[in-house]
C-alpha cells in the first residue's frame, strides 16, 4: 500500500539559513508527488507537484523539490528562508485511481524560524 | 479563476447536536471534491470524496455523512455530534479531467469544537 513518512515532526532553522524537508514515499509506479504548506489556522496551499519529467521542480515562494527514485524522497528545499516560511508542510502522494484523485498525506512537520 | 468557499469558519456545538458543514466551488465544473479531517497536531484524514453529483465515497465508518446535491456543493452533515468529531474540517476540489490528476485545492476550513 502507498504512504508517505516526514521523518521530522519538528525543524526549527535561523532566518536566511537553508532548509530541507524530508519526504520518503512508498510506491509501486511512477508516483504523483505534492508539496503543500499551512499557516496555522489556515487552508493548504499546494507549493508544487511533480508528475513526470524533470526531477527537480520548481514551485512558489521559492521552494523547490527533488524526485530521487532510488531514494523513494521527494525532499523539498528552499536557499535561504524567511521568517514568513514559519508554518507546517505536508507532503502528499497520489493514491488508487487517477479518476477518484485521492491523495495520502504525510503526518507534517512544522518548521520554526528563528529571527 | 477557481475559489472555494467554506462556512461556517468556526463554530462551537454541544455534544448531541447536529451538524452541517458547506463547502462551494466557484470558476469550474463538474469537480472532484473531498472533505478532509485534521485532528489537532495531526495530518489530514479523508473523510469522503465524491466524483459527481449525488456519488458519494466514504473512506472512515464515522458519526458522518456527505451528500452532493448540486455540482460544486458539497456538503458535510451528522445527525448527533460527538466529543470526538471536534477538528479542523479542510474541503478541496480537483478538476476531473486533464492533466491535474491528483493535483487538489483546499478551502480556508472550519474548525469545529464539540462541547
Redesign the interface.
Known amino acids: 500500500a502507498q504512504s508517505v513518512t516526514q521523518p521530522d515532526i519538528h525543524i526549527t532553522v535561523s532566518e536566511g539559513a537553508s532548509l530541507e524537508l524530508r519526504c520518503n514515499y512508498s510506491y509501486g509506479a511512477t508516483p504523483?508527488l505534492?508539496w503543500?504548506v499551512q499557516s496555522p489556522?489556515?487552508?493548504?496551499?499546494?507549493l508544487l507537484?511533480y508528475?513526470s519529467g524533470d526531477t527537480l521542480v520548481q514551485g512558489i515562494k521559492g521552494f523547490e523539490a527533488e524526485f530521487k527514485r532510488s531514494q523513494s524522497s521527494f525532499n523539498l528545499r528552499k536557499p535561504s528562508v524567511h521568517w514568513s516560511d514559519a508554518a507546517e508542510y505536508?507532503c502528499a502522494v497520489?493514491?488508487g485511481s487517477?479518476?477518484?484523485?485521492?491523495?495520502i498525506?504525510?503526518?507534517?512537520t512544522t518548521l520554526q524560524v528563528k529571527p | 479563476s477557481q475559489t472555494i468557499h467554506q462556512w461556517p469558519a468556526t463554530l462551537v456545538q454541544p455534544v448531541g447536536s447536529p451538524l452541517s458543514l458547506e463547502c462551494t466551488v466557484e470558476g469550474t465544473s463538474n469537480p472532484?471534491l473531498?472533505w478532509y479531517r485534521q485532528a489537532a497536531g495531526?495530518?489530514?484524514q479523508?473523510l469522503f470524496?465524491s466524483?459527481g453529483i449525488g456519488q458519494i465515497?466514504s473512506e472512515v465508518p464515522q458519526n458522518l455523512s456527505a451528500s452532493r446535491p448540486q455540482d460544486r456543493q458539497f456538503i458535510l452533515s451528522s445527525k448527533k455530534l460527538l466529543l470526538s468529531d471536534s477538528g479542523?474540517y479542510?474541503c478541496?476540489w480537483?478538476r476531473?479531467s486533464g492533466?491535474s490528476?491528483?493535483?487538489?485545492?483546499?478551502?480556508?476550513?472550519t474548525?469545529l469544537t464539540v462541547t
Open positions: 504523483y505534492f503543500y489556522g489556515q487552508g493548504l496551499q499546494l507537484k508528475f505536508f497520489g493514491h487517477s479518476n477518484t484523485g485521492k491523495l498525506f504525510g503526518q507534517g | 472532484n473531498y495531526r495530518g489530514l479523508l470524496y466524483v465515497s479542523f479542510l478541496a480537483m476531473s492533466l490528476s491528483y493535483e487538489q485545492y483546499f478551502g480556508p476550513g474548525r
